[in-house]
T-cell receptor, first 112, second 112 residues
Framework: EAQVTQNPRYLITVTGKKLTVTCSQN?????MSWYRQDPGLGLRQIYY???????DKGDVPEGYKVSRKEKRNFPLILESPSPNQTSLYFC???????????FGSGTRLTVV | GQSLEQPSEVTAVEGAIVQINCTYQ??????LSWYQQHDGGAPTFLSY????GLEETGRFSSFLSRSDSYGYLLLQELQMKDSASYFC?????????????FGQGTELSVKP
């Protein structure tokens, strides 16, 4: 089954403790991206990757890092999480020439 | 910069037709997409307009007018399961199309 898999689904952590949210897709998509969703603000893009070793900033990259060492994986790294990064995070992927993005099930992160 | 505006809430009755509008300010984009999201779940792709005009997919239709900077999603024969949030989105023509920008979302409530 074609899918984007995020882990974990839920995470509660403390300020400053480094964490990684994993994202994996099995569709051989070149393009992957990360979004955060906050009430009233819709989905905002954090980072995107056009292909392996090619990443770029979205609209809200501050406080986040990403890496794309292989096509299927695109982890989101929070080196020093802060409470304002409490949010619902989505990973998505897309294949060239197709219009729709496939989203993962989301990761609800709480930073206390 | 790019921005998309949608109504925050729309209410309609089962069996009716509802239109969700999306107006945008953008210097250039590849097309207008629509996504559906139930209760914080994964957004799912509904439709895409690369050219002006109407696209129909079952009970859902979407329209784009680039000259009017305007698009809409039309849902016919509303069902209770259509209660969800709906987002319009554009893929920025700059940055090799890597940036995907969403509207803030419209929460549709379908009443019996």
């Amino acid at each position: 089954e074609a899918q984007v898999t995020q882990n974990p689904r839920y995470l509660i952590t403390v300020t400053g403790k480094k964490l990684t949210v994993t994202c994996s897709q099995n569709m051989n998509h070149e393009y992957m991206s990360w979004y955060r969703q906050d009430p009233g603000l819709g989905l905002r893009q954090i980072y995107y990757s056009m292909n392996v070793e090619v990443t770029d900033k979205g609209d809200v990259p501050e406080g986040y890092k990403v890496s794309r060492k292989e096509k299927r994986n695109f982890p989101l790294i929070l080196e020093s999480p802060s409470p304002n990064q409490t949010s619902l995070y989505f990973c998505a992927s897309k294949t060239p020439g197709r219009d729709g993005y496939t989203f993962g099930s989301g990761t609800r992160l709480t930073v206390v | 910069g790019q921005s998309l505006e949608q109504p925050s809430e729309v209410t309609a009755v089962e069996g009716a037709i509802v239109q969700i509008n999306c107006t945008y300010q953008t210097s250039g984009f590849y097309g207008l997409s629509w996504y559906q999201q139930h209760d914080g779940g994964a957004p799912t792709f509904l439709s895409y307009n690369g050219l002006d005009g109407l696209e129909e997919t079952g009970r859902f239709s979407s329209f784009l007018s680039r000259s009017d900077s305007y698009g809409y999603l039309l849902l016919q024969e509303l069902q209770m399961k259509d209660s969800a949030s709906y987002f319009c989105a554009v893929r920025d023509r700059d940055n090799q199309g890597g940036k995907l920008i969403f509207g803030q979302g419209t929460e549709l409530s379908v009443k019996p």
